[in-house]
């Protein structure tokens, strides 16, 4: 059974497992978030050398957005999927992906277009920083080592890197293959449909009874939609 679990949510989540001797942090949120994160952190009783891994589901700026200022900070080792590695050492967030992706909705195009524009009001002088992650991480990698009960899943679709991290008790952080802003669905951006239906299709064959997605509450699997639908 996974340990507590402490979903800090900037408009893109960040998870904090409590697991033996510390902490691992699922994700980072935007750079302009720095300030917030590191209070957060602070109330959940993470001080600098508690965190003991960072994960991140995939490579964009809103889920990498602080890793290389915690790892500074907090001295935790950094893990992403081998495949969206190049993003992150980059800071290209076109990195492995198509030049037209499958799924590119209008709801996307306004949160990237308003979330852009958020930044440039709030910003805190503070841009991303691209870094060399420490872990490169493997479909069916075993987490044990770092305290966590939980394995690697590769849930490709969004990118060709993303991954979910399935924890005890069915609960599996899905990262942006899915979201639930306002119902569960696609993410709005997927730069392989193919890919991501295969990844879903995955889901029911993992004893998953928990998403914990990047955006949006976490929801049961029962509420996705009934299988051969399309989804929205």
């Not at 590191?38 to 890793?67: K, Q, S, Y």
């Not at 993992?206 to 509450?217: A, N, Q, R, S």
Request: proline share 5%; with cysteine; charged share 25%.
């Amino acid at each position: 059974m996974v340990g507590s679990i402490r979903r800090i949510d900037f408009g893109v989540n960040c998870y904090l497992i409590d697991v033996e001797g510390g902490y691992v942090l699922i994700d980072t949120s935007f750079p302009n978030k720095r300030d917030k994160l590191d209070a957060e952190l602070a109330a959940a009783g993470c001080g600098p050398d508690d965190l003991r891994l960072i994960v991140l589901t995939h490579g964009d700026v809103d889920h990498a957005g602080n890793c290389a200022h915690l790892r500074s900070t907090y001295h935790a080792p950094i893990a992403i999927h081998r495949q969206d590695a190049e993003i992150v050492r980059s800071g290209d967030m076109t990195a492995g992906r198509t030049d037209k992706p499958d799924r590119h909705t209008l709801a996307f195009r306004f949160l990237t277009w308003a979330s852009g524009l958020l930044y440039k009001i709030t910003r805190t002088g503070v841009d991303f920083e691209a870094f060399e992650p420490d872990v490169l991480l493997e479909d069916e990698q075993d987490l044990s080592a770092y305290g966590l009960d939980a394995r690697v899943v590769h849930l490709s679709g969004h990118s060709s890197g993303s991954i979910g991290i399935l924890a005890g008790g069915g609960v599996l952080f899905c990262g942006d293959l899915l979201v639930n802003v306002m119902r569960p669905s696609l993410h709005y951006y997927i730069d392989d449909l193919a890919q991501a239906h295969e990844s879903i299709r995955k889901l029911s064959g993992l004893g998953v009874e928990t998403l914990y997605p990047g955006h949006g509450k976490p929801f049961p699997l029962s509420e996705l939609p009934i299988p051969g639908r399309r989804f929205g």
